[in-house]
């Protein structure tokens, strides 16, 4: 159990220590993400950008994940093709589903007012979250970075089912993960104060970190 986002960042960014990163990128899956980030982030003295992804949910019932879209050109789409079939989910339906997705996270990247995506070609690259549940929106942010050149790739989360972490491996250079519980529920169920983070406190999080990796 972990009290805040917060805590649960430090932890993780001790983990991340054993690792040894050199000039890393940290990338955020917003906005849960984001307070998550902050401590290794700060500690590498690297630069915190936001990697938009969207779940790419069922008509019938939102929160059902049939996919995961990164923005970018071209845009990375993981598919859930058991999900897809169970839920009779035609190709045109998906691709329509996609591209109000995609439509989306320019409009966050715009509202957020963001300077252009940070060059990861060559370098390492490690994505943040405050928890995985199906492992969709991990995979098609570890697989975006992959396809833009990020020499490694790694992802950590503090909570996760057992399941997604051995899938998100065949994805990631390395998976940091701190709490594996067998009778995995919702993420939220692992955190004492799971409250909404706002666009204030993650524009506070990416300033703070670019002013630690100037310092640098």
Do not use: W
């Not at 980030?37 to 992804?53: K, S, T």
């Not at 715009?110 to 943040?128: E, I, S």
């Not at 919702?186 to 310092?215: M, P, W």
């Amino acid at each position: 159990m972990f009290k805040t986002r917060s805590e649960a960042g430090r932890r993780l960014a001790e983990r991340l220590a054993d690792y040894c990163l050199r000039d890393p990128v940290v990338y955020a899956l917003p906005r849960g993400g984001a307070p998550v980030a902050v401590p290794f982030a700060q500690a590498a003295g690297a630069p915190l950008d936001l990697l938009f992804v969207r779940k790419i949910g069922a008509p019938s019932e939102p929160e059902l994940a049939l996919g995961a879209v990164v923005g970018g050109e071209p845009p990375t789409i993981e598919r859930n093709e058991e999900i897809i079939r169970a839920a009779r989910v035609p190709p045109e339906e998906f691709d329509r589903l996609a591209a109000l997705e995609i439509d989306e996270i320019a409009h966050r990247r715009r509202r957020y007012a963001l300077p252009p995506a940070l060059a990861v070609r060559g370098r390492t690259a490690v994505v943040m979250d405050d928890g995985v549940a199906t492992g969709a929106t991990a995979r098609a942010a570890l697989r975006s970075l992959r396809a833009e050149g990020a020499s490694r790739v790694i992802f950590a989360a503090p909570v996760a089912p057992a399941g997604a972490i051995a899938t998100l491996k065949r994805f990631a250079d390395a998976v940091v993960c701190l709490l594996q519980p067998a009778d995995f529920q919702a993420v939220g169920a692992y955190y004492e104060d799971f409250g909404q983070v706002s666009d204030e406190q993650v524009l506070e999080a990416i300033a703070s970190c670019a002013i630690e990796a100037r310092r640098r």
